[in-house]
């Protein structure tokens, strides 16, 4: 019998899926058994039907289950991903050998540790906006306002008749992912004790909440990398895999070998 071979559990970004990482996965197995996980109300997976208040616990529950048998586990997330895999990390971290994050939305973090910061404040207005727009009812103003955050303005006016029901569906679970986000405040110290090597990406078009988030994680995670994409913004990961997967596989076949010990690096 073969020795058991590590894996990548990869999750996706908000209005996204599971679908996201095809070209990862493409490019890692077999050295790895990869899982792509559907957050709730998102690809395959359907929308969230317990009682209460969403947390990240909920939504990481199932994906969990995804992971039960694998003793060494690398995560691989983008965005509101990046929140549930840290959850996860925290869970897990006997078995997490390495974290490679495109901008993690660690939203009740930044609002915890950095109240009143300007990333902070438009963040929080994004998220009022939303939900405000998705308690009227008017769903495609809301996913209007979502995307064109993200992407800029007028892309939500620029996307495809064709594509805009499978996002606004999606949508439909924003107001529940905006509540488990913010309420999900990590402090500083338990940041630090997830001594785990990580890689941090982000674009240098991203806007300026995901920037604020990213470097807030930079400065309190132990050990960590950042790579940052000329050109890209926050759906880098999406736009433009090609780039990101080829920082993601040079990462995971370097924490896959004997253990290397990381350095910090930092962005400019």
Excluded: N
Excluded at 11 to 36: N, T
Excluded at 122 to 149: C, Q, S
Excluded at 160 to 169: G, K, Q, S, T
């Amino acid at each position: 019998m073969g020795a058991a071979i590590d894996t990548v559990l990869c999750i996706h970004s908000f209005s996204s899926s599971a679908r996201q990482y095809r070209s990862l996965a493409a490019r890692l197995e077999p050295r790895f058994k990869v899982v792509a996980a559907d957050l709730y109300g998102h690809g395959e997976r359907g929308p969230w039907q317990g009682q209460g208040r969403f947390t990240i616990s909920d939504e990481a529950s199932p994906i969990e289950e995804q992971i039960s048998g694998s003793s060494a586990v690398h995560l691989v997330a983008h965005s509101y991903g990046a929140t549930v895999a840290l959850h996860i990390a925290g869970r897990h971290r006997s078995r997490i050998r390495s974290m490679a994050f495109y901008e993690p939305s660690i939203w009740g973090t930044l609002a915890a540790l950095l109240p009143g910061d300007p990333a902070t404040l438009e963040i929080e207005t994004v998220r009022d906006d939303t939900i405000r727009l998705i308690e009227l009812g008017e769903m495609e103003a809301a996913a209007g306002r979502f995307i064109d955050y993200w992407v800029g303005a007028g892309a939500w006016a620029a996307t495809p008749p064709e594509r805009r029901p499978r996002i606004v569906a999606t949508v439909r679970s924003l107001r529940e992912g905006w509540h488990a986000a913010f309420s999900e405040p990590w402090t500083a110290d338990a940041l630090r004790s997830l001594d785990i090597p990580c890689l941090l990406m982000t674009g240098s078009r991203s806007t300026a909440a995901a920037r604020r988030a990213l470097r807030l994680v930079r400065e309190t995670l132990p050990r960590t990398q950042v790579i940052e994409f000329d050109g890209l913004g926050h759906l880098g990961p999406i736009t433009h895999p090609e780039r990101v997967d080829d920082a993601v596989e040079a990462f995971l076949s370097e924490r896959s070998q004997p253990w290397v010990q990381s350095s910090r690096l930092r962005t400019a």
